[in-house]
Structure formats: structure tokens, C-alpha cells
């Protein structure tokens, strides 16, 4: 690991406008994905700012009837607090269906949202990667890519975002809001923080330099059905290969492109009166596969059918 | 309380409570939790398994709650209390779930067992405090059933590569039902 400088930021509007300064700054909260990084040296910060005490550990209703969820409350928090649990149960599920209960006790949920991609060759620093290097090359492209993408990815980057939580958001229509180096607030769709690959894969994200994510905002609570539902290689502990939030007439998928899917397609086709397995096969028609995951369009295909249909999981 | 405001020091000096004994360190601000514990303070039961939060081998309680000390940096535990498993029981004073992995047999080469044992101990309040996990059949419930497969489930972060889940689950299911 690189030497560091470090500091407790005083508020969050502080917090930003010192990571705007400092080159090569990086927020740390519960630190379970930017430690393990740093470890391996593919993430070098020169200079931390630590959050993980600020005041943005509540969870409280709003005005209209939804919740805000502060962004350093843990993944354990937000799965045990008792109205997302009984109001928003596809939350819940998507938080307790990622990592181990260890790294949900530390890990935040604005962490979650900033968490980098697992792909292997991202995390191999002997292996070429656009993420890491822009222009260097792909290796995933003609490598062992059977967890990557198949939708929205390019020549540059075929790397999936390994967040459960944000499916479910996606799903919600969450809001995130942030504070600015400037100091200002605002308020992002959740479908509008993560950027797909297209040629700059190293910018992940719309938030600008020192822009922190403050909290989660969820809107009041979806007539309908809610779950989540994540086909993984293990029962536990395990990324997801496909994975789908279903809340009330709105779905997102998980495990399929560099950021939560958005199924609106597939609801377009609900919404007109299409079968379940029609509504599948329209939003999964532009997906490709790279050869040793191909198997995930017909995966995502048949989870979203049976989700649709209501088929219990077992 | 540490000083932040010198943004060129790579060092800092912080209290952290580790057994119920307050601390005074200095350390690298690189330094892990868990190399806290065992090249600093001489604490060697808690174990380095991969160093990267997929084993668990490394699991503390802090303030309570069972986390992974490889990946925190000791620093972010300035003024919190932190139980090892030198702190839950020394032989001849041991902690009944100690004791119930040695009845059980719950462990071939050992290495696991420091981070199996405090892994169980902060499960078993988490089920206390009603807190739900993946295995959790009605979510909206306030009390957890403990069954064997919430256990497996909530124990899924620590891993025994001797294989002795079947001995684990039956020595902290000893300890959950005197609990009860």
C-alpha cells in the first residue's frame, strides 16, 4: 500500500471542497472495497478524507411519504431498519443478497453505490485494463468473461457493476443527493450516476471531482409486488451472474453492464399488454455476448419470465 | 484526538480500547486494524487468512459488532473498543462457545477458529436485535427464528478450509439454545 495522508472531515461540504483540492484525494467511509484496492495498489490516494464519522448515519421519512437515507448508514443499517424492510422489501433483499454479514456491518451505502467493478482482469495489475490504463487495452474482451457484460458495454470496457443495492434503487426510482466542491447541493436519478463504458471506462460516474454522495433518497414505496431475485454460483457470499429487482411495475437488472439496467423496455411492453416472456425478449434483444457468457441472455431472459409470472425460486 | 489538521503527516498517535484496556499507539496510518493487533499490541489469535476480506479469519468485534479488521485502517477505531478473541476467553477461563467448539470438535487445524468464534459472537447479537439476513423467510418479522439455515447463512463470511461447518453449526447451536 502507497503512503497516505489522512484527516476526519468536519462536514460534508468541507469534505468536498478538500477532495476538489487535493489531487489524488479519495473519500474512505467503511473503506471494505477502496482498502482491499489499495492493497493490491490499484487504488494509490495520496491523501484520505475520512467520512465515516459525519452526521449522515440517519434514516428518516420525508415529506411525501418516502425515506432518506443518510449515506455512511452501513448495508446492515438500512437491511434492518424496520420500514425499509416492511415498505421497501426489494431493497432490503438486494442489501442482505451482497458480500458477507462482516462487510455489511462496515460497508456504507454511498460506498455501495462508489464501489468499483470486480471484474478479475480490473483487479490483475500484470493485465492490461482501460479502467485502470486508459488505452492500454481490454483484456476481458478475448478473456475469461463469462461474468461480464451483455448490454451497454464496447470495445473499451466489458465490465458489469457488482452492486445488488443500486439494482433495487434503480428499481425504486431512488434519487442520491451530493454536496459539490462549491458547497451546493443537488439531487441525481439513481439511473444517472454511473456512466456506461463507451471509449473513457476510467469515468465511472457523473459526479464530478470532490462531489460526496450525502444521501439516498427513496421515493414513497410502489403499488405492487416487490423482490429480488439473484442467480449466483454459490448460495451465499457470491457476485451475482444475472440478477433482477422487480418493484411494482418497474424492474432493473443486475449483473449485466457497468450500471444498474433500467428495464424499461420490458415495462413499455407490460405496460402494453405484452406476456411476460414477450416483455423478456424486448429488453433483452440488444444484449451480445462475448462467447463464454452468452449463457446470461437466456439466464436473464427466463429470470425476468418467472419473476413476471410470480414462479416461486424453489 | 488525532490531529488532523497536519495534512503532511503520515503517522498518527490515537487511544483505541483492545479487551477492555485502553491504548495509546502510534502508528503508520497504513496500518490495518488487524496488523494493529498483531504486530503492535502482540495479539496474535486474531489471524491473517487472505488479507482481503473473503476469508474472515480476521474478524473482531468492534464496539460490539463483528466486522473484518484487515480492511479498516486502525485509525478509524480511534476512541472505539475493540474485543479479540484473547478478550472473550484465556484458557482455563473460557467462554462457553470456547468451550462448546472444543465439545463439538469444531475445528481441525484451528487457524479459522479465533474468526469463526468472534464471527458467532456478534451473529448471535445480531439476531438478537432482530436484525434480519438473505435466509430470513418473512422479512417484516421482529423476532429471527435461528435455524440452521439462518446460521449457515450469517456464518457464510467465514470460511474453514478443514471443512468443519457441520461441528460449527451444531457448537453454536449448543450456545444459541442455552442462550434462548
Known amino acids: 500500500m502507497r503512503s497516505f495522508t489522512y484527516e476526519r472531515a468536519p462536514d460534508a461540504a468541507g469534505a468536498a471542497k478538500t477532495a476538489a483540492e487535493h489531487p489524488g484525494a479519495r473519500f474512505l467511509a467503511g473503506g471494505t472495497n477502496l482498502l482491499d484496492l489499495m492493497k493490491l495498489e490499484i487504488e494509490r490516494p495520496r491523501h484520505l478524507i475520512d467520512v465515516g464519522r459525519l452526521p449522515l448515519a440517519e434514516i428518516a421519512e420525508t415529506a411525501d411519504g418516502g425515506l432518506r437515507i443518510g449515506a455512511v ?52 495489475a500484470a493485465k492490461p485494463c482501460n479502467k485502470r490504463e486508459p488505452g492500454a487495452g481490454c483484456s476481458a474482451l478475448g478473456g475469461l468473461n463469462r461474468g461480464h457484460a451483455i448490454l451497454g458495454a464496447s470495445e473499451a470496457c466489458v465490465a458489469t457493476n457488482p452492486s445488488d443495492m443500486a439494482v433495487a434503487l434503480s428499481a425504486l426510482e431512488a434519487q442520491v443527493e451530493t454536496v459539490t466542491a462549491t458547497g451546493a447541493t443537488r439531487s441525481l436519478a439513481l439511473d444517472e450516476v454511473h456512466r456506461l463504458p463507451g471509449e473513457t471506462p476510467h469515468v465511472e460516474t457523473n459526479l464530478e471531482i470532490g462531489e460526496l454522495v450525502t444521501a439516498i433518497v427513496l421515493p414513497p414505496p410502489p403499488e405492487g409486488r416487490q423482490e429480488y431475485r439473484k442467480v449466483r454460483d454459490r448460495a451465499s457470499y457470491a457476485g451475482g451472474l444475472f440478477s433482477l429487482a422487480l418493484a411494482g411495475e418497474r424492474m432493473a437488472m443486475g449483473a449485466v453492464a457497468l450500471k444498474p439496467w433500467r428495464a424499461s423496455k420490458a415495462e413499455a411492453a407490460r405496460a402494453a399488454g405484452a406476456s411476460p416472456a414477450e416483455a423478456a425478449e424486448a429488453e433483452l434483444a440488444e444484449a451480445r455476448g462475448l462467447g463464454r457468457n452468452d449463457f446470461k441472455i437466456t439466464l436473464a431472459r427466463r429470470v425476468m419470465a418467472a419473476a413476471l409470472e410470480g414462479t416461486p425460486l424453489r | 484526538m488525532l490531529d488532523t489538521a497536519a495534512r503532511d503527516v503520515t503517522r498518527g498517535t490515537f487511544e483505541i480500547t483492545v479487551n477492555d484496556e485502553e491504548r495509546r499507539v502510534n502508528v503508520d496510518l497504513r496500518t490495518t486494524l488487524l496488523d494493529l493487533l498483531r504486530e503492535h499490541l502482540g495479539l496474535m489469535g486474531t489471524k491473517k487468512g487472505c488479507d482481503h476480506g473473503q476469508c474472515g479469519a480476521c474478524t473482531v468485534l468492534v464496539d460490539g459488532v463483528r466486522i473484518n479488521s484487515c480492511l479498516s485502517l486502525a485509525v478509524m477505531h480511534e476512541g472505539q473498543a475493540v474485543t479479540t478473541i484473547e478478550g472473550v476467553g484465556l484458557p482455563g477461563n473460557l467462554h462457553p462457545l470456547q468451550t462448546a467448539f472444543l465439545d463439538r470438535d469444531a475445528f481441525q487445524c484451528g487457524y479459522c477458529t479465533p474468526g469463526q468464534i468472534c464471527s458467532a459472537l456478534g451473529m448471535l447479537e445480531e439476531v438478537r436485535r432482530g436484525e434480519p439476513s438473505q435466509a430470513t423467510e418473512d422479512l417484516a418479522a421482529a423476532i429471527v427464528s435461528l435455524t440452521d439455515e439462518e446460521i449457515r447463512e450469517r456464518m457464510s463470511g467465514n470460511i474453514c478450509r478443514c471443512s468443519a461447518y457441520p461441528q460449527i453449526l451444531e457448537a453454536i447451536r449448543d450456545i444459541a439454545g442455552a442462550a434462548a
Open chain 1, 73 to 124: 448508514v452501513t448495508n446492515t443499517a438500512a437491511a434492518s431498519d424496520r420500514r425499509v424492510r416492511t415498505r421497501y422489501p426489494v431493497l432490503a433483499q438486494a442489501l442482505l443478497s451482497g458480500a458477507s454479514a462482516q462487510l455489511r456491518n462496515k460497508a456504507t451505502v454511498g460506498g455501495n453505490l462508489m464501489q468499483r467493478t470486480r471484474c478479475p482482469y480490473f483487479y490483475d
